[in-house]
C-alpha cells in the first residue's frame, strides 16, 4: 500500500496494526510526476518521506536557493527526469515554480527544478521529513505559528478523528485562528478542545472558533479543499469567560499587559494569565519596570511571576501601596545638568582593561547593516545628530581625577566634540574599525560605504547590547516620524545615583546575598584532559549550532507546562552537561544579564550589563527530578536579577571568589519596542537581531568558555567561544552536542 498527500496517522497505526501489509510512505507532488521519494512504514516510528528515488535528486534550499545543512529547514525543491514543463496558460505561476536547476545540466543544456511550496530538512540519515506547507505558517501578534502543529495536537484526543486549522482575516485585517474537526463522541466539544490546547501550546496559538464537522471536504483531486470548510460564526467563537478589570490598578496592568505582549487590551482582563500570554522572565522585568512608571511603586520579577493572574498581581501592588515597607518605594533620580560623573563599576572594568590593552580594538563594538535601496542617507545623519545631542554620553571620554586623597576615574561630557560622518569603499571599509583614545570624545563612529551599508563602532565603555538596538530603533524612529523617545535623566545622573547609593552602605546586602552563597566549597571549572591536542597558544574560537525548529517547540512546551523561564531552562542544562564532563557535582559559573531594571534606563545609552557569579548544584544522590533543579536554579535567577548593581571585579575582590573561567548568556528576542513599522525600517530586512548577537556580552574574552545561546524567530542558536590553551575544537564539540541532545529529550525531564 502507498500512502501519500496528506496522511491520516491513526488511520496507518490501525491498519499497520491489524492487517499483514507492506506500507510505503511516498512524496511528490503532481508537477513532477507524482512520486519523488518514500519509505517503509512501521507502526511507532517517526514518519519521513524517506529518500529521493533514483532520477529525482531533491533539495533543500533557503530563500535565496542555497542549500541548506542537515538539520535545518528549508523549501523542498525537486529536480530530475519527472520535473513537468510548467502550467497550462499560466506563464507567471510557471515561472515562479519552475526554475532553473543551477546544480544540474543535461547535456550543457538548462534543465528545470520544481519549488514544492514544502517545508523540510535533511536527517542525518539522508532522509527527508516534511514539516508542511510554507504556506500553513502564519504569523499572529508577531509570533509564527505553524497550523499542522495545532492540528497534531488537537488529533492527541481520542475523541477526535481528524482536524485541520486554518488562519482567517477579519474585515479590519486582524487575523484569528479556526479550528474544524471530526469527532468518534458527543462527548467532546470546542471548549475542551480549548481546555486541553491550553496545557500544551502557547496562549497564541490556541484558536477562537471551533466547529464541528461530518467530514473533510475534497477536491476532484482527493486533497482537501479548504475553500469549502464552513465560515465560522459568533456561536463558534470560544473565549475564556472575560471579565473586564475593576479597579485603576487593573486597567493599567491590563494596559501594561497589552503593550509588553502585543494583544488588544480589550482582551485581556481580570483573569487573564501572565504565562498564557506568553510570559517569562525577561517580559516580567519589563512588566515591573512599566508598573514603576506608570504606578509609581517598585516591585520585582519574582513578584510579578508569583501573581501572574491580573487580579492577582493588582491586588498585590495595592497592598504594597498602603503599607509602610518603604522598599517598595520608587527611588528618584536626581537631574544634575553636570559635565562630569564618577564611572560605574561596569564601567570602571572596561577602562582598566582598555588601559592595560592600550591601542587594541579589545573594545569596539561595531556594527554593519544593508541599507534600504531608496534610503535617504542625509536623512540617517540627522537622526545620528539629534541621538548625538540628546544622550550625554556619546560626547563622554574618561580621564583621572583626584577625590579626597584618592585616583578616580571620571567621565566628562565634552560639548566641544563633533560627530564626523566617515566614507568608504567596500575595498577599504576593514579600516574603519580603529583604537579608540579613552581620553579623546567622541567614543563613537558613523560610516557609510556608499548608499549601501551603514558602519557603526563604538567603545564598551559606552554601550552594551541593548544599547545597539536602542540606536538602531531610534534612527527608525527619527526617519519615520521625525522624533525620538524622551529622557527623563542623563547617563551621569545614574552614575552619581549609583555611586551614592554604594557609599552609604545600601548595597550591604547585595554582598550578603552572595557570601551566603559562596558560603561553601567550590572549585573553578576543570575538565581533565581539556585539550587533547596539549595546544599552548591562547587563541579563541567559536562553534556556532542552531537548536532546529523541532525541538525548540519542545523547548517552548516544557518552559509554558512547568511556569519555568528560559534562562533558567537553558543555563541548567548548561550547568549540567559541565558537570557531567567535569565530574563537580557543584559548577562554579557566571550569567551576564542587560542590567536594565530600573524604568529610567528604559531608551538609555550606555554601558549596564552585569556579570554575576552564580554556584550550580547537581548532586549526584539528590532525588529531586531535573524539573525542580530548573525551578530552584530559577529561584536563584530572580533572586539575582535584584542584586546586579555590584560588578563581578567588585564581588569577586569583596568576598575573595576564585576567578570564574566560564559564562552563560542567554538572549531572548528583542524587547525594545520600536513604534515604527518595520514594514518602514531602514535597513534592507528590517531584522536587526542576527546582526547585534554578541553585543550582550562583557567582553567575553576573559573567560575560557563563553555560552551564548540566543532565541531567534522560530529556533535557539547556540554560539560558543573557547580558549584553544584549555578546550579542543573536538571537545568542545562534544559539550554543544551533548547540550542539544538534553534539549531534545526535555519529556524526560521529570524523571532524571
Known sequence: ?????????????????????????????????????????????????????????MYILDKYMKPVPIGIEGEIVIGGYGVGVGYLNREELTNEKFICDTFNSHEGNEVKMYRSGDIGKWTKDGEVECLGRIDFQVKIRGQRIELTEIENTISELEQIDNSVVLSKRKENNEQYLVAYYISNSEEINGNQIRNYLKEKLPHYMIPNYFISIKEMPVTNNGKLDRRALPEPNINDLIKEEYIAPETETEKEICNIFSQIFKIDVNEIGKKSNFYDLGGDSLNAISIASLIEKKLNVKTNIKSIMNHPVVSDISEYIDEL?????????????????????????????????????????????????????????????????????????????????????????????????????????NENANSFVRPFDLSSAPLIRVGFIGNEVLLIDMHHIITDGTTGKIVISELNKYYNEGSMNELEVQFGDYAYYINE??????????????????????????????NENNENESEIQNITREIDVSISKGINKFVKQYNVSKTAFFLSIYGYVLSKYSGQETIYSSIISANRNNHYLENMIGMFVST??????????????????????????????????????ELTKCLKLKNVNNTFIYQPKSIINSTSSLNKSIFDNGDINEEIQSLYEDNGSKFDITFNLAEKEDEYLISVDYNTEFFSTYFMEKIVNSFIEMARNVEKFEKM
Do not use: W
Not at 394 to 421: H, Q, R, W
Not at 511 to 530: H, R, S
Open 612 to 649: 554575576q557569579p552564580i554556584l550550580l548544584k547537581f548532586e549526584e544522590n539528590d532525588n529531586h527530578s531535573f524539573v525542580e533543579v530548573i525551578k530552584e536554579n530559577m529561584t536563584t535567577l530572580m533572586n539575582m536579577y535584584n542584586y546586579q548593581d555590584l560588578s563581578l571585579s
Open 321 to 425: 501601596m498602603k503599607s509602610d515597607d518603604i522598599s517598595h518605594q520608587v527611588e528618584v533620580i536626581e537631574k544634575r545638568d553636570s559635565k562630569e560623573f564618577p564611572v560605574t563599576s561596569q564601567q570602571l572594568g572596561v577602562y582598566i582593561d582598555s588601559i592595560k590593552n592600550n591601542n587594541s580594538i579589545l573594545y569596539n563594538v561595531p556594527m554593519s547593516f544593508k541599507l534600504r535601496e531608496d534610503v535617504d542617507i542625509e536623512r540617517i545623519k540627522e537622526g545620528f545628530n539629534q541621538l548625538f545631542e540628546k544622550h550625554q554620553i556619546l560626547k563622554s571620554k574618561y580621564l583621572k581625577k583626584e577625590v579626597n586623597g584618592k585616583t578616580e576615574i571620571y567621565g566628562y561630557i565634552d560639548d566641544e566634540c563633533e560627530l564626523n560622518f566617515e566614507e568608504y569603499t
Open 501 to 530: 547609593k554604594m557609599k552609604s552602605g545600601i548595597y550591604n546586602d547585595q554582598i550578603e546575598f552572595y557570601e551566603k552563597m559562596f558560603n561553601e566549597e567550590y572549585e573553578t571549572l576543570k575538565i581533565n584532559n581539556m
Open 1 to 57: 500500500m502507498l500512502i501519500g498527500g496528506e496522511p491520516n496517522y491513526k488511520a496507518l497505526q490501525y491498519i499497520s496494526a491489524n492487517y499483514n501489509i507492506n506500507i510505503f510512505h511516498v512524496y511528490g507532488p503532481t508537477e513532477t510526476t507524482v512520486i519523488c521519494s518514500s519509505k517503509p512504514y512501521s507502526n511507532g516510528n517517526e514518519i519521513t518521506i524517506g529518500k529521493p528515488l533514483c532520477n529525482c535528486p
